[in-house]
């Protein structure tokens, strides 16, 4: 007689304990549709829209004498002298070491400038020790991006200077310390700013004619060096080469928002790869292993 109300009061605790079981499931279920797609949102990576450049400087990048341009656009940069190289210490996987040399860069095939540009980015990560040319397509007539700025006799921080009329202009955070730093600066028309490891350094409101950078005369560029160049591979101001190493080069035909430009920052090496946020520590497939 005991056993059996025993049994049945066995029974009836098993099928309770089922019960709220497949109710914490079904509840961890709902909270997991409802989190996701905020997960989602979170992770949005950086978007490619209005993309003109993107150098990774991976090792997989490499095409004889050319780094290959990643954004779809051909704009892939020539190697030119001897000595610059790839090499297995890249912020993420492999980088680009320049030397420092006066023939020492890269030009940057096809993109060339006749007219104003209304807005534009460019980010990189770098490690030197010195001043020099991130990318130029000469400060005379469009732009420059640097590490110092001999126009104003600086050697530590980020230069960005544009025309016209030409602004020489410097941030305020030191970068030149043989450490990796994240360095980027935009131009919206109105304001320009200058960001350093994805947070803003510097801003300032901008006096260019008809809100655009340039235009003067047609202008190639190059990375590593300044330029001069009215022609693909033209003349480079080899006066302040860049030594040291770059990694992760992109440049925008937009503003990046301050949120784009930490989202850079705090990358894993793909800018535009999407992942959350708070990683799940159990797949959909464990989920439906615990019910």
Same mark, same amino acid.
Request: charged share 25%; proline share 3%; glycine share 8%.
């Given at each position: 007689?005991?056993?059996?109300?025993?049994?049945?009061?066995?029974?009836?605790?098993?099928?309770?304990?089922?019960?709220?079981?497949?109710?914490?499931?079904?509840?961890?279920?709902?909270?997991?549709?409802?989190?996701?797609?905020?997960?989602?949102?979170? /992770?949005? $990576?950086?978007?490619?829209? &209005?993309?003109?450049?993107?150098?990774? *400087? +991976?090792?997989?990048?490499?095409?004889? %004498?050319?780094?290959?341009?990643?954004?779809?656009?051909?704009?892939?940069?020539?190697?030119?002298?001897?000595?610059?190289?790839?090499?297995?210490?890249?912020?993420?996987?492999?980088?680009?070491?320049?030397?420092?040399?006066?023939?020492?860069?890269?030009?940057?095939?096809?993109?060339?400038?006749?007219?104003?540009?209304?807005?534009?980015?460019?980010?990189?990560?770098?490690?030197?020790?010195?001043?020099?040319?991130?990318?130029?397509?000469?400060?005379?007539?469009?732009?420059?991006? /640097?590490? $110092?700025?001999?126009?104003? &006799?600086?050697?530590?921080?980020?230069? *960005? +200077?544009?025309?016209?009329?030409?602004? %020489?202009?410097?941030?305020?955070?030191?970068?030149?310390?043989?450490?990796?730093?994240?360095?980027?600066?935009?131009?919206?028309?109105?304001?320009?700013?200058?960001?350093?490891?994805?947070?803003?350094?510097?801003?300032?409101?901008?006096?260019?004619?008809?809100?655009?950078?340039?235009?003067?005369?047609?202008?190639?560029?190059?990375?590593?060096?300044?330029?001069?160049?009215?022609?693909?591979?033209?003349?480079?101001?080899?006066?302040?080469?860049?030594?040291?190493?770059?990694?992760?080069?992109?440049?925008?035909?937009?503003?990046?928002?301050?949120?784009?430009?930490?989202?850079?920052?705090?990358?894993?090496?793909?800018?535009?790869?999407?992942?959350?946020?708070?990683?799940?520590?159990?797949?959909?497939?464990?989920?439906?292993?615990?019910?």
């Amino acid at each position: 007689m005991h056993n059996g109300v025993n049994m049945s009061i066995i029974k009836l605790t098993l099928r309770r304990l089922k019960m709220k079981t497949s109710l914490i499931f079904q509840l961890l279920v709902l909270t997991l549709i409802l989190t996701v797609p905020i997960l989602a949102v979170q /992770a949005r $990576g950086i978007s490619d829209d &209005e993309l003109v450049i993107y150098y990774s *400087f +991976d090792e997989a990048s490499l095409k004889g %004498d050319d780094i290959l341009d990643g954004s779809g656009n051909e704009y892939d940069g020539f190697i030119h002298g001897n000595n610059l190289k790839i090499v297995d210490e890249g912020k993420f996987n492999e980088c680009m070491q320049f030397p420092g040399g006066a023939t020492e860069y890269i030009a940057v095939r096809d993109l060339n400038y006749t007219e104003g540009i209304p807005e534009l980015s460019m980010a990189v990560w770098v490690k030197t020790s010195d001043r020099g040319m991130i990318a130029s397509w000469d400060r005379s007539d469009y732009f420059r991006f /640097a590490v $110092g700025d001999a126009a104003i &006799e600086q050697f530590d921080f980020v230069a *960005f +200077d544009i025309c016209c009329p030409i602004e %020489d202009w410097h941030g305020d955070i030191k970068v030149s310390d043989g450490e990796w730093h994240h360095v980027a600066v935009t131009f919206d028309g109105d304001i320009k700013r200058i960001y350093v490891d994805g947070k803003i350094d510097v801003e300032q409101a901008t006096a260019t004619n008809n809100n655009m950078i340039g235009p003067k005369a047609q202008r190639y560029g190059f990375i590593g060096i300044g330029s001069e160049a009215g022609e693909f591979n033209g003349n480079a101001s080899p006066t302040w080469t860049f030594k040291g190493l770059m990694d992760e080069f992109l440049m925008f035909h937009r503003a990046l928002s301050e949120e784009e430009v930490e989202n850079l920052y705090k990358s894993n090496g793909d800018p535009f790869a999407v992942e959350p946020v708070n990683k799940l520590s159990m797949t959909w497939g464990e989920l439906k292993n615990t019910e």
